[in-house]
């Protein structure tokens, strides 16, 4: 069975840092490309983050851009978001979403539409 579980979220204050992992099991990260993605109440789900089969290419949405930062690390089967600089609009469920084969990023954070797998989601409330 397929399935993406991510952990990390919590409760943190305005400026403040969390680490999101995407661990995958049932397959291979490294035949997939690899999107973060989040949704607000009432808001749309929207990219985040994306990461390429061969980390060579990594693309952020501009509310994150400088903030966070994506890596994989293939031998654990792994994915990270690192956020820092957390900001009260950065609240909302964070989703890990895989790409079946090479995707390009800069599509990947602009649109679900390519999406194969979604995690369940992990919540991220940044409030003091």
């Known amino acids: 069975q397929l399935q993406l579980v991510e952990s990390g979220g919590g409760l943190v204050q305005p400026g403040g840092s969390l680490r999101l992992s995407c661990a995958a099991s049932?397959?291979?990260?490294?035949?997939?490309?690899i999107g973060w993605f989040r949704q607000a109440p009432g808001k749309e789900r929207e990219g985040v983050s994306c990461?390429?089969?061969?980390?060579?290419?990594?693309s952020y949405s501009e509310s994150v851009k400088g903030r966070f930062t994506i890596s994989r690390d293939n031998a654990k089967n792994t994915v990270y978001l690192q956020m820092n600089g957390l900001k009260p609009e950065d609240t909302a469920v964070y989703y890990c979403?895989?790409?079946?084969?090479?995707?390009?990023?800069?599509?990947?954070?602009?649109?679900?539409?390519?999406?194969?797998?979604w995690g369940q989601g992990t919540q991220v409330t940044v409030s003091s």
């Open positions: 979403a895989a790409i079946l084969g090479f995707a390009s990023c800069g599509t990947v954070v602009v649109t679900t539409r390519l999406v194969d797998y």
């Open positions: 049932g397959f291979a990260l490294d035949y997939f490309t």
């Open positions: 990461v390429s089969i061969r980390e060579g290419m990594t």
